[in-house]
């Protein structure tokens, strides 16, 4: 981190403010020390000089600086944000270029989806320069395009009225389970709440939907396993670990032991691309998928595939 000014009269820096962030996730001074190479001693005579301009101590003197004051507890939540802020400007810095196109999405939709929209935008709208960002938290995606860091972001995304937004298509989201468990289920969400379930994502939308729907009929279902994204659930379900909700185009590819649980009403969400303004890159990217439907030839064209693994 660098060691500019904040904006202000105070002369705290940056590199302060990292120092101290570390010193608590880390639990010690020394190994605060150890992270940035430099010693103990001059690690511990930042943090004096910090406490000297906040006129307040951050750490309890008592404890050998391991336990933090009220006042360093609220101060450390304050200069998370700034040290997390910083980093995230810095990688923009280092990251960004006028002539690349970058579009943020969800693993899955990265993996089934993108392949021929990408293709179609280097051959016929000649953009040479594409960076795909798969994210399995929805929150980080919309934050990201509010940064300005993405010029498209396309998923299940919450709406905004200061978006341009696209209306892509709907997905359908499938139960999936172990083939050898497949007739110990109905399709009722009675009986899916007593299986143990495994949830994909963070923040994913997908867990939320089970929550929803499962509330619906009056149950709860249980959350046993958690994992980063759609593609270790499919894993863990192969082992019969459990059950989970992932979409219906995450199944396309080689042959996996899943089978899908027929649901009396089936689970569909929609897909929108929205930017945050329409430039010349995001016109060409709507043009291409108003010409393809990528959602509707991708359903039609794996349908007989996904099928098979229904019993």
């Known amino acids: 981190m660098s060691e500019c000014l904040l904006p202000s009269s105070s002369p705290i820096t940056?590199?302060?403010?990292?120092y101290f962030v570390s010193a608590v996730q880390l639990g010690s001074l020394s190994a605060a020390a150890r992270r940035f190479g430099i010693t103990p001693s001059a690690m511990s005579q930042q943090i004096d000089t910090l406490e000297s301009t906040l006129g307040q101590k951050v750490f309890d003197p008592?404890?050998?600086?391991?336990?933090?004051?009220?006042?360093?507890?609220?101060?450390?939540a304050k200069a998370l944000l700034v040290v997390e802020s910083a980093g995230q400007a810095i990688a923009l810095g280092q990251t960004f270029g006028e002539g690349v196109m970058t579009v943020g999405t969800t693993p899955t939709i990265a993996q089934k989806l993108l392949a021929p929209l990408i293709y179609r935008m280097r051959h016929e709208q000649h953009i040479d320069s594409i960076e795909v960002r798969?994210?399995?938290?929805?929150?980080?995606?919309?934050a990201t395009l509010e940064e300005g860091a993405l010029d498209v972001a396309l998923g299940p995304l919450d709406q905004f009225s200061s978006r341009v937004?696209?209306?892509?298509?709907?997905?359908e989201l499938v139960v999936i389970c172990h083939p050898s468990q497949r007739s110990g289920f109905d399709g009722s969400w009675a009986q899916l709440a007593e299986a143990p379930w495994i949830r994909s994502g963070a923040n994913s939308d997908l867990t939320e939907i089970v929550s929803r729907e499962a509330g619906r009929a009056g149950v709860r279902?249980?959350?046993?396993?958690?994992?980063?994204?759609?593609?270790?659930?499919l894993s863990l379900v192969e082992y019969g670990i459990g059950v989970a909700l992932v979409?219906?185009?995450?199944?396309?590819g080689p042959?996996?032991?899943?089978?899908i649980i027929e649901l009396s009403h089936p689970i569909r969400r929609e897909l929108t691309v929205q930017a945050r303004d329409k430039s010349v890159?995001?016109?060409?990217?709507?043009?291409?998928?108003?010409?393809?439907?990528p959602v509707g030839k991708f359903e039609a064209a794996t349908m007989p595939e996904i099928r098979r693994h229904a019993p």
């Open 14 to 18: 940056l590199r302060q403010f990292d």
């Open 62 to 76: 008592r404890s050998r600086r391991s336990r933090l004051t009220k006042f360093g507890r609220e101060f450390f």
């Open 134 to 142: 798969a994210f399995t938290d929805l929150r980080e995606i919309n």
């Open 165 to 171: 937004v696209h209306y892509l298509g709907t997905e």
């Open 221 to 233: 279902v249980r959350f046993t396993v958690r994992v980063p994204d759609v593609v270790t659930a």
């Open 247 to 252: 979409p219906k185009m995450a199944l396309h």
């Open 255 to 259: 042959a996996r032991r899943l089978s």
């Open 281 to 293: 890159q995001v016109e060409k990217f709507l043009e291409v998928l108003t010409d393809t439907d």
